[in-house]
């Protein structure tokens, strides 16, 4: 059973190769948790530039610079990354992280007060490149109608699914008064329910990381699946 995806990317010749080759960008982009290695052989700028592409590539994944390959044995084994349920048993805000990464690009767009999106990267690297492994995040303090969003979700998959790398998320649905949580890789997704919201306040948190979404899209159409 495959436990988590780990990605190491080089500090002195990260950028060159997610450059040069798209399969590096997909490492990138599927990651659970990623490790800047050879931190030793390269400079400050270096390696804060390569950290800054790599959270914007992937915001979901905790990022860890290593020096000569040192890393303790509870930051590889035991991620549950596939276990969106264990995740959150975890870390309850994982899906926070990508905040004030996101806030920086100055896309956070709010509509009513009750629902915004950080919309996805377009990063350009300083060699000008543009990655085509991008995020984005949909976020709202309004539920699902559940049977909009099976529908639409389904028809993205149809169409994008090969697209999709990772997709996860927590969903204030309507009439729950669970949490839903929902995950997927290409075009296999799954949901289940979690814990009560008690007294945490209702919001939808979903991170989508893919190879050239059409972000405004699956945005708009998220939006349409809120209840009336």
């Known amino acids: 059973v495959l436990d988590a995806v780990v990605t190491l990317v080089d500090a002195k010749h990260g950028q060159k190769q997610l450059n040069e080759h798209e399969e590096v960008q997909r490492q990138v982009g599927f990651a659970d948790r990623i490790f800047i290695t050879k931190t030793d052989i390269a400079s400050s700028e270096e390696i804060a530039a390569l950290k800054n592409r790599l959270m914007h ?9 290593i020096t000569k390959g040192v890393v303790s044995l509870d930051s590889v084994l035991d ?18 992280e990508d905040d004030h990464d996101h806030s920086e690009c100055g896309h956070d767009h709010h509509h009513d007060h ?10 350009h690297n300083h060699h000008g490149h543009t990655d085509r492994i991008q995020s984005f995040v949909f976020k709202s ?3 699902f109608d559940h049977r909009k969003l099976e529908d639409f979700l389904g028809g993205v998959l149809s169409v994008f699914g090969e697209k999709m790398l990772r997709y996860k998320g927590v969903l204030y649905v309507k009439g729950s008064a669970r949490k839903v949580v929902l995950q997927g890789v290409h075009e296999m997704m799954g949901s289940d329910l979690a ?21 405004d899209t699956l945005l708009a159409g998220l939006e349409g699946c809120l209840a009336n």
């Open 57 to 65: 590539m992937n915001p979901r994944a905790p990022i860890q610079t």
């Open 79 to 96: 991620l549950r990354g596939f276990n969106l349920n264990a995740k959150l048993d975890i870390d309850p805000h994982f899906l926070e």
């Open 114 to 123: 009750e629902h915004h999106h950080d919309h996805g990267h377009n990063h």
């Open 141 to 143: 303090d309004k539920p």
């Open 195 to 215: 814990g009560p919201w008690g007294a945490e306040p209702k919001q939808t948190r979903m991170v989508f990381i893919g190879i050239d979404l059409p972000k």
